[in-house]
T-cell receptor, first 114, second 113 residues
Framework: GAGVSQTPSNKVTEKGKYVELRCDPI?????LYWYRQSLGQGPEFLIY????????DSGLPNDRFFAVRPEGSVSTLKIQRTERGDSAVYLC????????????FGQGTRLTVV | QQQVKQSPQSLIVQKGGISIINCAYE??????FPWYQQFPGKGPALLIA?????SEKKEGRFTISFNKSAKQFSLHIMDSQPGDSATYFC????????????FGSGTQLTVLP
């Protein structure tokens, strides 16, 4: 596709369940970022990958959150034992490299934990 | 700790008017300052960005003014149009790039026809 694609667009899950959110970056982009956006707030950095490795995961709020990018393209954000406070829009972005100044964002996955 | 403070939270401007959004930062390590535009249901899109070696950058109707000593920067939208109605976020990064952006809380701009 031409842009960053995130699936699903919406996800409703019960408290305590496990969820996976998928991100397909722009083809050829080596850097990939995950952000979380709560209602009425700006995006909050979670983690970024350069290639397959997580170069910086300092924004992950706790060990329930984990992300992978095994082949250096598609990434999956995994949340275990979901809590109501995890409800937010999870945004993925990619850029040609970590030195690039523009990150292209996807439309996000709206996660609702009930 | 909120490292990038943005104001106002909301702004209503008449068509043709000037929209001004302000941001202040605390971390002197920040060296890249982009502005993002976000429409409902969409991800943020880069609008314009500045680095601290210049005090102003203009692209079409959009201008960033940057005051390094005051640790402030602002977005000016000239000749505002109804299509500019969106949420605007300032951001800052210590890496000179899009990596590890810290966003402001956003300004919801409404341009009346």
């Amino acid at each position: 596709g031409a842009g960053v694609s995130q699936t699903p667009s919406n996800k409703v899950t019960e408290k305590g369940k496990y969820v996976e959110l998928r991100c397909d970056p722009i083809s050829g982009h080596t850097a990939l970022y995950w952000y979380r956006q709560s209602l009425g707030q700006g995006p909050e950095f979670l983690i970024y990958f350069q290639g397959t490795g997580a170069a910086d995961d300092s924004g992950l709020p706790n060990d329930r959150f984990f992300a992978v990018r095994p082949e250096g393209s598609v990434s999956t954000l995994k949340i275990q034992r979901t809590e109501r406070g995890d409800s937010a829009v999870y945004l993925c972005a990619s850029s040609p490299g970590t030195g690039a100044s523009e990150a292209f964002f996807g439309q996000g996955t709206r996660l609702t934990v009930v | 700790q909120q490292q990038v403070k943005q104001s106002p939270q909301s702004l209503i401007v008449q068509k043709g008017g000037i929209s001004i959004i302000n941001c202040a930062y605390e971390n002197t390590a920040f060296d890249y300052f982009p502005w993002y535009q976000q429409f409902p249901g969409k991800g943020p899109a880069l609008l314009i960005a500045i680095r601290p070696d210049v005090s102003e950058k203009k692209e079409g109707r959009f201008t960033i003014s940057f005051n390094k000593s005051a640790k402030q920067f602002s977005l000016h939208i000239m000749d505002s149009q109804p299509g500019d109605s969106a949420t605007y976020f300032c951001a800052a990064s210590p890496s000179g790039s899009a990596r590890q952006l810290t966003f402001g809380s956003g300004t919801q701009l409404t341009v009346l026809p």
